[in-house]
């Protein structure tokens, strides 16, 4: 079992940027995929990004060269860097974790953490 707390999340102006972090429970941190969806209102679940157990990390389109995954295996914690950040950003962002990031979606989840952008 692993159980997952975002935090992190809030109200930025559009432009701005917000760091969110996942903790992790147990042993085997280091040995899952860990990944970032987020869901805005109306609309589908997305994955926004996602690393590795090496550290091999995907990015959605919508967020490349604004969002940054990282991982500190030490304190079973990822955290996710959101710069220039605009309104469509808007959503509840939801940490994930799995064996490899094609199963993220099905994976453990922890509870979201809300970001909103206004423009």
């Known amino acids: 079992q692993v159980q997952l707390v975002e935090s992190g999340g809030g109200l930025v102006q559009a432009g701005g940027s917000l760091r969110l972090s996942c903790a992790a429970s147990?042993?085997?941190?280091?040995?899952?995929?860990m990944g970032w969806f987020r869901q805005a209102p109306g609309k589908e679940r997305e994955l926004v990004t996602a690393?590795?157990?090496?550290?091999?990390?995907y990015y959605a389109d919508s967020v490349k060269g604004r969002f940054s995954i990282s991982r500190d295996n030490t304190r079973n914690t990822v955290h996710l860097q959101m710069n220039s950040l605009k309104p469509e950003d808007t959503a509840v962002y939801y940490c994930t974790a799995n064996s490899n990031i094609a199963t993220l979606g099905a994976g453990y989840w922890g509870q979201g953490t809300q970001v909103t952008v206004s423009s």
């Open positions: 147990g042993r085997t941190f280091r040995s899952y995929a």
């Open positions: 690393i590795s157990s090496g550290s091999i990390t």
